[in-house]
């Protein structure tokens, strides 16, 4: 086995990371082929982060494992797939789910989070791959109690700069009938969207649009309030894809409150899926439409296995002229 320290210990701590080479030749030549490759990732759930460690309900979320699994692709991109230093990583889709709520609750010392992740290159020319799929199993304290998925993409300078320069011309672009200097109707209260620092709140209060039925809730996202959060050290110049799942929660808690009276201090975001359109730029007005999923036909709300509410719900996050992002999620209410 190959142990390192991964890095960008400011987000996500003291932590390890080992390779599990299936071969003895990739462990002693520190290079794999272009092959699916496994690993282990283990850490402390941090308790005292300014974001992760800043949450007023009683789960630990999925920022954690999530970014956990982004910055240990990136590591092994470079370290174990030979991907070169001047191409540039695109996060194409990502997801993360809870399958056993339990070992998510807080409380008592710090909980220690692991990662099983499997790495498949994609798009592989002359052995260096174009892409990387990661699956991961979750396991808190050494209880498998969840999932985590993406797909990432290297970008050439070129290519990146092209794509760049496009979506932001179409993210400069107003979207018609959209006044994009239209105030906010206000802010939420750090403990709607399960934070206690107000400096964490990403979202204002949202607005009701769409027909009798098929109703949507409009979010504003501060846009400097999230560049304060610092989430993208390795890439500052980058709306980072661990934003779109901090304001998916923020917002999923305070659209399952209005929509379906539930309790954002008892809420959870238990599943996330998300597919990216480009780039988003840093700076330009940026929002998030929510709408529920697919309601029984009685009206109640869907329940689990275990007889829990809960809620699907589509989210778009949208910038000037185009959609950057779609995704679908769940929010949990634990009673």
Known sequence: MDTHTAPSPSLLGA??????????????????????????FSAELSEAHPLFGDCATRFHDLLFPVESLRQTMLFAARRYFRVPPGWHPVVASGGA????LDAWRRGGPPAGIALELGMTPLDVVAG?????????????DGE??????????????????????????????????WDEDRRPAGVPLPEQVGHRDVRNVLVGLPEHTGAAGHEELDFPIDARAAAGLRLAADAPNEVPPLLFLEVSRQVGLLATAELRGFVPSYAVLSRWQAAFRGFAEPGLPLRCTVREGARRADGRVSRDSAGRPVVELRLSFLQGSRVVARISASVLQDC
């Open 97 to 100: 789910a809870i399958t056993r």
């Open 144 to 177: 498998r109690c969840g999932t985590a998925s993406a797909r990432l993409v290297f970008l050439t300078e070129g290519v990146y700069r092209s794509h760049r320069d496009l979506g932001r011309r179409q993210s400069q672009n107003p979207m018609a009938g």
């Open 15 to 40: 932590h390890h990371l080992v390779h599990r080479p299936a071969s003895p030749e990739a462990f002693l030549l520190k290079a794999t082929a272009p092959v699916r490759q496994n690993f282990a």
């Open 128 to 140: 260096v791959p174009r892409g990387l799929e990661c699956e991961a199993a979750v396991s808190i």
